[in-house]
């Protein structure tokens, strides 16, 4: 069939665009982006698992002449499906400039934005909600972010904003106003209504417009009109020919012509083959044929077009002829978990040609019996799925295309069951689903029975002798115990060959819970699926808003301010690196990453990738004038390797060509040759095995060990480790380094060492500090990650641009990212403690390694830190904890928020709830008897004064209604017996100011134009912890002046020098006492004409001042805190102060499958007095649920010979919005001052991620209930990370 290149014709934001020479593969992300500079579409993974780049895509129907809108995440949408379609982005919605849209305004008002890079796409998510059902249920507003990822927030925050676009939520403009200012009555359950008692409320629900969704934009009226969309059109790019059949056909006789075509229907496998395919492609886009998107039934059959996407397969569910259709009345709890950006685009056909046992519908329509209806031009068949799609060969013929499904109209007792790492949007660790057919006649009785099961297994597995086994039996309990016996037996030749040990508990587990259900029916009692997380949750965050005392002069400082930029962020006009606009004669640059462990390099052939239309050259280690480390100082991790690599992901080269995909494909095609190296040392063992070692031990000594074990009752001994974990901060490390006259340089970038990396590059390049300037407006999520390794691009960045004197980018891709950014150490520790019968502990020795990856980095800082908290807050009379580090073929493992505290805290938590279970004591009880107190002195040298953790302590427990809420939790599961519920207390104090004395040092420039505007410039990054607004706070207080009069410019390193790195929950405390210094200074300046003219005011004193010759300019210095901690003498004290809290958690945990729902948190912090109690609570929430994936969710798998295999959201899995406390309370200490912290606040931004460790404890109290019910041991080992599979194996 012969078709020229057509016309691509769609519109964005309202404007329309019509593009002849179109590549086919370009996503619509990537257009966006680059070509119309939307930049508010974020590029967070390029593989659809963030949502930061969603998107809202609208398209007329005809038929039914109405308008539908879909959220997608654009970067897996070609821009070729959009032919005929309706783009908004986050910019067509709302500005700066034209005002924010009521969704843009209530994610900023309810302080839902921190570091703002998932911002934009939360609020897409959340529009195309409300374009589509105006009056959402909150189970809706909830659903419709399964696809979305924030890293920062906690995402309470988010919720709670959108929430109030429900007519279920009480405190919302639409429906009245708050709870708190009216009568309303509360839909969230309590009767007093949701924040009423609440003395103060983070946001003023009457400041927020109303939702009128009568002044939304209009559909363009040419896409309605007849025609564009009726014909085949063709585009034609360099490598990808795409077309678009109207008819079916039309694609068949496409396909015939071109059997090796590929079919594109929801595009969300193919996109991402087509971004990285190299040869030339034929496409054929069935995602418009109307026939492949109905649905009939014919003879007992219901046919189910190929084309319907997850979301109509949801929909269909409500129609009335398929209400008697069992498998189509379980779809929607199958695909419940999956986001609305990947039910609306996947659909039925794409995912049955995946031929995966681990696609979700895959058992269901096994189990079912269904059957594809596959077409060629000339005829039609049937293929059973069962026999044919459980085959690793295609059952298709090339000129053929799966048109529909067959699904047998059959009423069955119908149960699916998934197990996986996350509850959404996650792969299946295991799948099931049972087709029961119940006899008529008697209660109970199977006729006949189909199971299948999926998920990460070689195959479908269907179990034959088992289903022969229930066909004719009626259930009970002594029945499931045979049915489990008879599937143990028969899953026993596939244990070990793909299918493990766990996998086959679950199996079990899954059978037993069908039955269970079909025994329980609809009544009430142990219900048996815990899947389902409440629909309600609740909130309150509790703080105080001062009315007297020290603030009440002041205006912000106190005040619960929303983010200085949030509405830039929401609006997608706040500027990331990769969204600054590129420059005349810019240049892409792409890392050639090293792919073996230990290696020589034989060979580099780059002749490929240069001879590539669009490449400009390459740089490696013979372009550095200066010093090829990464660290001069530690000269232990060249920056190119010259000809050996030490870890997989160490760079060699890198290309650079004119734009980005040039620059990565090139990239791909250098061809690197190895000679393997030995030793690989990739574990703690085998580094401690092979003495390998990065520096010495680091130790903290306190008391007489060994006489300490001598008057202890009982001694424990043993052994724990902790996995890693990754930060997938959502901006992907990145640079563009701009050449300046000389050998001057200035690099934009996102980085938390603004003052190191300065230092890095000038030694790279060979030139003094002051030749480079580097700038960070801020930074798309930190937490640590965005210190050492951020280096890299800006240094590699700079190197290029010297060579080629143009400017140079480099945005590392998100698995590049994730592999070269080695994240938290795992840890080993080895303990032995001594304890009296009354569970008081004597002595504790702990031996803590940490795996350091390649280089030392911050990893022996990391290390000291975890050795000083080496007894968390208790206060045991003799301690010895050594820490050291292993050197293993890793990526550097760096600084992660807790900075090696998490780890070391799960070492002593898990060492007292030996010692609890070894006494039978209850865990709570034996912290309490630990648990520091007033005037008491840490093994660090700080002495305690105005100690709050006790405080804490009573008001969480007071908080939590602990003493009740055990005895509940006792109650539950003694009437519980397959789901069991947990509930722990846990303490936590994490020491505020740097160890390292000479750190604790700050620097701020302030000016005052001569309008009266301020300019503040200090050290620190602003990466969403709120530094620049709480910096804004206090300067605008500390001159006198309205918020607004005040802005904070982008941290640059030649307006302050030399600044302390943005870490360790110091920033707001360093930089803010700089700050305040020099407006201090700039107050005294202004004094005498404040006092000639009081009634004046702020712009006449200044004006006066400047009449006057006086400077308005002038820096601010500070040098904080007498204190450093000598390992040599162990002297200290090691910290300024310390930030306390206490977190309770209640779990429910599914003893059939290992998996829990996190029922309840309670979080009292002493955070001082809070600067701005909203950004503080966001610290809390946000750390507490990154903590929660720490210990809870996130697993870093290696393959067997090292090869990371989680290197991105797609497979390691953060939290979502759904895994989120049902019930999420916060409270700040009241009436607390701490006169060594600014403005009498604390540091906050990493100790509430300790808290999280509570939800650990709480599982490890459900599994014990559940092993003492079963018989077995109270002592056992939860191991960490508590993902399902390590649940179940405590549990057995
Ligand atoms: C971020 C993300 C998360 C995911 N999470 C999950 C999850 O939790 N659970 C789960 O089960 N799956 C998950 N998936 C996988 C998802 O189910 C599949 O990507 C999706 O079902 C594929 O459908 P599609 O229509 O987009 O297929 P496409 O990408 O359009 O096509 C897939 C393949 O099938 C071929 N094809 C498509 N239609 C036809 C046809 N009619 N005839 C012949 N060949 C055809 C295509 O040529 C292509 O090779 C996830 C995917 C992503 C990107
Ligand atoms: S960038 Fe598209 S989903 Fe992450
Ligand atoms: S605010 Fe959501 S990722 Fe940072």
Redesign the pocket.
């Known amino acids: 069939m012969a078709v020229n290149t057509d016309m691509l014709v769609f519109f964005v934001n309202g404007k329309k665009v019509c593009l002849r020479n179109v590549e086919p593969e370009t996503t619509l992300m990537a257009y966006l982006r680059r070509d119309l500079g939307l930049t508010g579409t974020k590029n967070g993974c390029d593989?659809?698992?963030c949502g930061a780049c969603t998107v809202m895509v609208s398209a007329y129907n005809r038929d039914s002449g109405r308008i539908v809108h879909k959220a997608l995440?654009s970067c897996?949408v070609p821009i070729c499906t959009l032919h005929g379609l309706a783009v908004t982005t986050t910019e067509g919605i709302g500005s700066l400039a034209t005002g924010l849209h009521p969704v843009q305004e209530r994610i900023v008002k309810f302080h839902g934005t921190q570091c703002g890079f998932c911002t934009p796409g939360m609020v897409m998510s959340m529009y195309t909600l409300l374009r589509s059902n105006p009056n959402p249920t909150r189970k809706q507003v909830s659903d419709s972010l399964h696809?979305n990822i924030c890293r920062c927030t906690g995402y309470r925050p988010i919720m709670d904003a959108f929430w109030t676009f429900s007519k279920e939520t009480c405190c919302s403009p639409e429906n009245g106003g708050c709870c708190q200012d009216t009568d309303l009555s509360c839909p969230q359950g309590n009767s007093a209504g949701c924040c009423r008692g609440q003395p103060a409320k983070l946001t003023d629900i009457s400041s927020l417009s109303l939702y009128d969704p009568t002044q939304e934009p209009i559909f363009p009226p040419e896409l309605q009109v007849e025609g564009l969309c009726e014909n085949l059109v063709c585009f034609r790019g360099r490598r990808v020919t795409w077309y678009r059949p109207v008819t079916l056909s039309q694609a068949l006789q496409i396909k015939s012509e071109n059997p090796d075509a590929?079919?594109?229907?929801?595009?969300?496998?193919?996109?991402?083959?087509l971004k990285t395919c190299v040869q030339e492609v034929i496409v054929i886009d069935?995602s418009g044929l109307k026939e492949?998107k109905s649905h009939e039934i014919k003879n007992g059959v219901l046919m189910l077009g190929?084309?319907l996407?997850?979301a109509d397969l949801i929909d269909l569910s409500d129609h009335g002829d398929l209400a008697e259709v069992s498998l189509v009345q379980a779809v929607p709890k199958v695909l419940e978990?999956?986001?609305s950006q990947?039910k609306n685009?996947?659909?039925?056909?794409?995912?049955?040609?995946?031929r995966?046992a681990?696609?979700?519908?895959?058992p269901l329509l096994v189990a079912g019996d269904c059957f594809a209806l596959?077409a060629s031009k000339d005829a039609e068949r049937k293929i059973q799925l069962k026999e044919a799609f459980l085959r690793d060969s295609n059952p298709?013929k090339p000129c053929?295309?799966?048109?529909s499904v067959g699904v047998p109209c059959a009423q069955k007792f119908v149960q699916t069951f998934k197990v996986?790492k996350r509850k959404?949007?996650?792969?299946?660790s295991l799948s099931a689903a049972f087709f029961l057919g119940i006899s008529p006649s008697e209660k109970l009785k199977i006729d006949d029975a189909q199971i299948t099961y999926g998920g990460n297994i070689p195959s479908l597995i269907v179990p034959v002798e088992t289903t022969k086994f229930l066909a004719g039996r009626k259930v009970s309990e002594e029945m499931i115990g045979e049915a489990m016996l008879a599937l143990q037996s028969e899953l026993l030749p596939f244990e070990g060959k793909g299918l493990s040990k766990t996998q086959s508990l679950w199996a079990q587990g899954f059978l037993s819970k069908c039955l269970l259900e079909l025994i329980a029916g609809n009544q009430q009692g142990d219900r048996v699926t815990t899947n389902e997380q409440p629909d309600i949750y609740k909130s309150c965050q509790i703080f105080e808003i001062d009315q007297e005392g020290t603030f009440s002069k002041l205006k912000a400082v106190g005040q619960p301010l929303t983010h200085s930029t949030g509405e830039e962020q929401a609006t997608g006009e706040a500027v990331f690196i990769d969204d600054i606009p590129m420059t005349v004669g810019e240049l892409y640059m792409y890392p050639v990453l090293s792919t073996q462990h230990h290696a020589k390099i034989t060979g580099v052939d780059l002749s490929e990738a240069l001879s590539m239309p669009g490449v400009h050259g390459y740089i490696d280690h013979k372009d550095v004038p200066g010093v090829n480390f990464v660290f001069a100082e530690y000269a232990d991790e060249e920056l190119l390797a010259t000809d050996t690599v030490h870890h997989c992901g160490q760079i060699i080269c890198g290309i650079v060509a004119t734009d980005r995909d040039t620059a990565v494909s090139a990239a791909q095609c250098v061809k690197v040759t190895y000679e393997d190296l030995t030793p690989v040392i990739l574990t703690i063992q085998e580094a401690i095995e092979a003495k390998s070692f990065l520096g010495l031990p680091w130790r903290v000594t306190r008391g007489n060990l060994e006489a300490g074990f001598a008057q202890s009752d009982e001694v424990l001994e043993g052994e724990l480790s902790t996995k890693g974990q990754k930060h997938i901060y959502l901006e992907t490390l990145g640079a563009l380094s701009v050449p300046r006259e000389r050998d001057q340089i200035e690099v934009y970038t996102g980085t938390q060492l603004c003052h190191t990396l300065q230092i890095a590059v000038a030694e790279v390049l060979g030139v003094p500090a002051h030749n480079v300037v580097v700038k960070v407006k801020r930074i798309g999520g930190g937490f640590g990650g965005k210190e050492s390794r951020s280096l890299l691009p800006s240094m590699i960045t700079a190197l290029a641009a010297r060579k080629f004197r143009r400017p140079v980018r480099c945005i590392f891709n998100r698995k590049d990212d994730t592999l070269i950014n080695g994240g938290r150490h795992p840890s080993l520790a080895r303990y032995k403690v001594g304890f009296t019968k009354e569970g008081k502990i004597i002595a504790l020795q702990t031996m803590l390694y940490t795996n350091g990856g390649i280089t030392k980095e911050t990893s022996n800082s990391v290390i000291k830190l975890a050795v000083i908290r080496g007894e968390s807050c208790y206060n045991i009379p003799n301690v010895l904890v050594e820490g050291r580090v292993c050197r293993t073929n890793h990526s550097s493992h760096a600084s992660l928020r807790g900075f090696g505290c998490p780890q070391m805290l799960w070492i002593v938590e898990n060492i007292l709830t030996a010692v609890a279970t070894h006494l039978s004591l209850q865990p709570h009880k034996v912290r309490e008897l630990q648990l520091y107190k007033e005037g008491e002195t840490t093994i660090t040298n700080c002495f305690l004064e105005n100690f709050k953790l006790p405080k804490c302590w009573e008001e969480c427990k007071s908080l939590a209604d602990f003493d009740k809420r055990s005895q509940l939790v006792k109650e539950f599961n003694s009437t519980n017996k397959q789901r069991k519920r947990g509930l722990a207390i846990q303490p936590m104090m994490f020491g505020i100011g740097i160890y390292d004395k000479f750190l604790n040092q700050a620097g701020a420039l302030v000016h005052i134009y001569t309008d009266g505007s301020v300019l503040v410039t200090h050290g620190g990054c602003e990466m969403g912890q709120g530094l620049h607004t709480k910096i804004k706070q206090i300067a605008s207080d500390t001159l006198g002046i309205s918020f607004d009069k005040v802005l904070v410019s982008e941290t640059c390193t030649n307006m302050v020098p030399n600044a302390t790195a943005t870490v360790a929950s110091v920033s707001t405390e360093l930089n803010g006492r700089a700050v305040h210094a020099a407006c201090i200074t700039l107050v005294e300046r202004l004094r005498p004409f404040r006092e000639a003219d009081p009634q004046a005011g702020w712009e006449k004193w200044v004006s006066a001042a400047y009449f006057s010759r006086v400077s308005l300019s002038t820096t601010g210095f500070v040098s904080y805190g007498d204190f450093g901690f000598d390992f040599d003498t162990c002297k200290g004290p090691d910290c300024m102060y310390l930030t306390c809290g206490v977190g309770c958690s209640e779990v429910e945990v599914d003893c059939l499958t290992g998996e829990h729902k996190l029922v309840r948190t309670d979080i009292v912090m002493d955070v001082g007095r809070s600067i701005n109690p909203a950004v503080d609570i966001g610290q809390i929430e946000g750390g507490f649920v990154q903590g929660y994936g720490y210990y809870m969710m996130e697993e870093v798998v290696h393959s067997p010979e090292g090869k990371l295999l989680t290197d991105s959201?797609?497979t390691y899995k953060i939290p979502l919005a759904a895994d989120i406390p049902a019930q999420f309370n916060v409270a700040l200490l009241k009436n607390n001052l701490n006169d060594k912290g600014i403005y009498s606040s604390k540091g906050i931004g990493e100790p509430p991620l300790l808290l999280a460790l509570s939800v650990y404890l709480a599982t490890h109290d459900a599994v014990k209930s559940a092993r003492v019910e079963r018989g077995l041991s109270e002592v056992f080992y939860l191991e960490h990370p508590s993902i399902p599979a390590n649940v179940l194996k405590a549990l057995n």
């Not at 685009?345 to 995946?354: E, V, W």
């Not at 681990?358 to 895959?362: E, N, S």
């Not at 053929?400 to 048109?403: D, M």
């Not at 959404?424 to 299946?428: I, T, V």
């Open positions: 593989e659809g698992s995440t897996m696809g590929q079919i594109a229907s929801g595009c969300t496998f193919l996109a991402q083959q069935i492949l190929a084309g996407s997850m978990s999956w986001g990947l685009s996947a659909t039925l056909g794409g995912h049955i040609m995946l995966g681990r696609y979700d519908l895959m596959v298709l053929e295309i799966l048109i996986a959404h949007q996650d792969l299946a959201p797609l």
